[in-house]
């Protein structure tokens, strides 16, 4: 079974620069999460998706973070104007429900300069 | 709001047992689960505890005490490749179901 694919790996942009990343979840999961982790910090949830629509975005910074999932399979996380606070892995996660075992994807490594 | 506390560093030797403790205080705790980080990766599912008790997976075992807000992860015959973070999340329903993780605590193990 396919893992959760994510692109890119990495990036590196100047501050005020947008960026955007791509994750595809494991097959058939339909609950779907991106997670901000700084170094030597646990990740922290920015968004949830339930199919295609929003669970919980209470912790996504809206002024310059989006987030959609559209046909509710892969989905996508745009970051506008970025910051260099916003330097960070940013983890994509699945799960088959809500209340189920979350998998990662590698994750994508930005570097805000 | 939910509160996750674990060492930040630990260090052992090859072939020995080591315990990671993990504290919580949170509501609407729903299970807790431990995930392996090395550096550079992302996160991988070790255990979930749901109930009181101690559930034993190979080298690794995972116990839980819900009324004590505390919970340790048990990894025997250590291994060179067991050098990575250790993450404790929570299960937390705050009027959505969410997993809030600790800072996690990295795991040097030595020859």
């Known amino acids: 079974e396919a893992g959760v694919a994510q692109s890119p790996r990495y990036k590196i942009i100047e501050k005020r620069q947008s960026v955007a990343f791509w994750c595809n979840p494991i097959?058939?999961?339909?609950?779907l999460y991106w997670y901000q982790q700084i170094l030597g910090q646990g990740p922290k949830l920015l968004i949830q998706?339930?199919?295609?629509?929003?669970?919980?975005d209470s912790q996504l910074p809206k002024d310059r973070f989006s987030a959609e999932r559209l046909k509710g399979v892969d989905s996508t996380l745009k970051i506008q104007p970025a910051k260099l606070e916003d330097s960070a892995v940013y983890l994509c996660?699945?799960?088959?429900?809500?209340?189920?075992?979350?998998?990662f994807g590698p994750g994508t490594r930005l570097l805000v300069l | 709001g939910q509160n996750i506390d674990q060492p930040t560093e630990m260090t052992a030797t090859e072939g020995a047992i080591v315990q990671i403790n993990c504290t919580y205080q949170?509501?609407?705790?729903?299970?807790l689960f431990w995930y392996q980080q090395h550096a550079g990766e992302a996160p991988t599912f070790l255990s979930y505890?749901?109930?009181?008790g101690l559930e034993e997976k190979g080298r690794f075992s995972s116990f839980l005490s819900r009324s004590k807000g505390y919970s340790y992860l048990l990894l025997k015959e250590l291994q060179m490749k067991d050098s990575a973070s250790y993450l404790c999340?929570?299960?937390?329903?705050?009027?959505?179901?969410?997993?809030?993780f600790g800072t996690g605590t990295r795991l040097l193990v030595s020859p």
């Open positions: 996660a699945s799960s088959s429900d809500r209340v189920e075992t979350q998998y």
């Open positions: 097959s058939g999961h339909a609950t």
């Open positions: 998706f339930q199919n295609n629509g929003v669970v919980d």
């Open positions: 949170t509501s609407g705790f729903n299970g």
């Open positions: 505890n749901v109930l009181d």
């Open positions: 999340a929570v299960f937390a329903n705050t009027g959505f179901q969410k997993l809030v």
